[in-house]
């Protein structure tokens, strides 16, 4: 174990409260340390980002923001995260954990006890990380193209592509939340944080083509989800409005066309 | 839980298959090989499971599909608990996740550059692909494997390139032992281990297949 042979009295609480070994005073102990314990390297406008904040809202857990300048980077970020010098970093005591989706993992597994983040059956859980690199790998980089094309015709191009992207991903839905009202069942999981996290990005994209990308029309189902995701206490207050989004990309669209998460 | 029947679609050259063998083996699970033809025509059943990627490997177990290899080994690591491939600690197994999407991310790709490429864009490939494998090399740092004193989870998900390294070798004119011994010293580790003797293709014939393919292409 390798915290237990680094002496390290959280991380033996780890192994034992993640073993389901911990008497309850031992429980509340780590609860109470682990709170104080987290800090989190982000910005408010990162989709990446949220996904963490919705992962640590669904446990309860406090945790310092700190937040992350980007141009240039921070000390903190280039030490913890040396290898992509990307946000989110969580960090837990001294420990950094990278990449948004392995985080969100990271906090189900470590707080085990509270509301269940991933399914606990291993084939609905190989669905939801299916599902969850599918959104990585065409869904937000669609999104981005849209919002980072010049010409008409490319706009078109992504757009056609993004809507080919909704249809299967209504189709997930309508398979996995098998008729309840998220992706994770009664209650928002690890998909719905997935691809939750890019509403605030849709809909400023939205915005800005004059076109709805998740609406009624096409795709209802997804459409609704949209909404009660949206409304979920675990969301409230982190999507990022439109213009304000706006305000902060469109600068930086003009200065480069590669943009930092 | 029941076990139930366990069928792979598989491609002999496929690294990524290969992992999902491996993992297979490591848990001591039997199961059927189907092979693909992935040049003469994909079958019905791989475009009907897999419409999105149409890829190998597709992992059948109790007539459900598992796609994505490294996705299927961490449901093989789930479904299968004894000998576990993954860490205990949450922190390992995120440090593990971790490099197990570099892996993915950047290996394949990286080699691809080499034997895809004529001219100068083959030296850039070479360099570039090393620089990759420094990286990896720093993550195993001075330990037997990724995960430390036991072949794991990372340790699968890296195996399987090092049977097209000749390929990328000769292609590029280099020797991975020349800039990288401590991965030339895992790889000869790893190959000790049965399920890995087993499973991965003899090096020569996948430089036959790249050549075969490179042909093919009209590379070169």
């Known amino acids: 174990m390798e915290s237990a042979t680094n002496g390290d009295a959280i991380g033996i609480l780890e192994q034992l409260s993640y073993q389901n070994l911990l008497c309850p005073i031992g429980r509340l102990y780590m609860i109470l340390m682990a709170k104080s314990d987290l800090k989190l390297v982000g910005r408010w406008s990162s989709p990446f980002v949220m996904r963490v904040k919705i992962a640590l809202n669904i446990k309860s857990l406090d945790y310092e923001n700190f937040h992350e300048t980007l141009n240039p980077k921070s000390d903190l970020l280039l030490q913890s995260n040396p290898v992509y010098k990307k946000i989110p970093v969580l960090i837990h005591g001294d420990k950094p954990i990278c990449e948004s989706l392995i985080i969100v993992e990271y906090i189900d597994e470590v707080w085990s006890s509270a509301p269940s983040i991933l399914p606990s059956d291993p084939y609905d859980r190989s669905i939801a990380r299916f599902w969850a690199a599918y959104i990585d790998d065409k869904w937000f980089p669609t999104l981005k193209s849209i919002f980072l094309a010049d010409e008409e015709e490319s706009k078109k191009q992504y757009i056609k592509q993004l809507e080919e992207v909704v249809v299967r991903m209504e189709d997930a839905f309508l398979n996995i939340s098998k008729g309840k009202d998220f992706f994770g069942g009664n209650r928002i999981g690890y998909l719905d944080i997935a691809f939750g996290c890019f509403l605030g990005w849709m809909r400023m994209i939205e915005k800005l083509i004059g076109l709805k990308l998740i609406g009624e029309a096409k795709c209802p189902a997804l459409a609704k989800w949209a909404e009660r995701f949206a409304a979920d206490a675990a969301v409230e207050g982190l999507i990022p409005e439109s213009d304000k989004l706006i305000e902060l990309y469109n600068p930086l669209k003009l200065k480069s066309k590669a943009l930092a998460k | ?220």
């Open chain 2, 1 to 220: 839980m029941a076990k139930g029947e366990v069928k792979l679609l598989d491609f002999w050259a496929s690294p990524f298959c290969m992992r999902v063998k491996i993992a297979l083996a490591e848990k001591g699970v039997e199961h059927e090989d189907s092979q693909e033809d992935l040049f003469g025509g994909k079958s019905e059943l791989l475009l009907k499971t897999n419409p999105i990627h149409q890829k190998v490997p597709v992992l059948f177990h109790n007539g459900k599909a598992v796609l994505e290899s490294t996705i299927i080994v961490g449901y093989i690591d789930e479904v299968w608990p004894s000998n576990p491939l993954l860490p205990t600690c949450p922190h390992a197994r995120a440090q593990a996740r971790f490099w197990a999407d570099i892996i993915d991310k950047k290996v394949f790709e990286g080699g691809a550059k080499i034997w895809q490429s004529t001219g100068e864009a083959v030296e850039v490939g070479k360099k570039d692909f090393i620089e990759i494998l420094k990286q990896l090399e720093g993550a195993l740092g001075e330990k037997d494997y990724f995960g430390g004193d036991s072949f794991g989870f990372v340790d699968i998900i890296a195996i399987p390139f090092s049977s097209w390294f000749l390929a990328y070798e000769i292609f590029g004119g280099f020797k991975v032992e020349d800039h990288c011994p401590k991965i030339s010293a895992w790889i000869k580790r790893c190959l000790q281990r049965e399920s890995v003797a087993k499973v991965l293709p003899d090096p020569e014939r996948v430089y036959e297949f790249v050549t075969t393919f490179r042909k093919m292409q009209g590379i070169e």
